[in-house]
């Protein structure tokens, strides 16, 4: 009889193990989902608008078009250029490191706007996707998953250290 309950203690502590090693794993790969996002600038009447974005480290820019002449959207520095943005058609320039990105049209000398890039800066346009699961983001699935692990975790410890 003590063999049962020594094996059934043993399968539920595996089970429990399990499940916080999965939430866990599940957690970590969901995490760098949270930061990376998607952002909008808009090219119309000869000017971007937002004229200055600022996004973090990760995220990517859209510059979509919707002027009858074509557009750039070339870094004064060279870093990036989106080539010839033709009407309706979108560039999009993923910025993977910190600074402050002034960028011009190649073919409209009057026409500017800076992107801005930093670790941990919320963003100042409007159009924000962040790319996860569900219309929320992943953020509220972290927060779920980071209780059933902690859960699991405390049930493991809790319901099997010896007596």
């Known amino acids: 009889m003590n063999v049962q309950v020594t094996n059934r203690r043993a399968g539920a502590m595996r089970r429990a193990v399990l499940a916080a090693v999965g939430s866990g794993v599940l957690l970590i790969s969901l995490a ?16 971007y608008s937002p004229r200055t974005i600022t ?3 990760g995220d990517t820019v859209t510059w979509t ?6 557009h750039t959207a070339t870094a004064n520095d060279g870093s990036f250029d989106t ?3 033709n009407n309706g058609a979108s560039q999009t320039v993923t910025f993977s490191t910190a600074g402050t990105f002034a960028y ?9 706007g800076t992107v801005v890039v930093g670790d941990g800066l919320p963003p100042t346009d409007t159009v924000v ?14 927060g779920i998953l ?8 405390g049930i493991g410890f ?6």
Request: hydrophobic share 45%.
């Open 55 to 57: 996004v973090a480290v």
């Open 146 to 153: 980071a209780l059933v692990f902690l859960v699991a975790l």
């Open 104 to 112: 011009h049209c190649e073919f409209h000398s009057d026409m500017a």
């Open 65 to 70: 078009n919707s002027d009858a002449q074509a």
């Open 83 to 85: 080539g010839t943005i």
């Open 32 to 47: 760098g989902l949270a930061r990376a996002a998607d952002h909008a600038v808009a090219i119309s009447g000869f000017s």
């Open 158 to 163: 809790n319901r099997f250290r010896p007596a």
């Open 129 to 142: 996707t962040t790319r996860g699961p569900g219309s929320g983001g992943p953020g509220p699935l972290l």
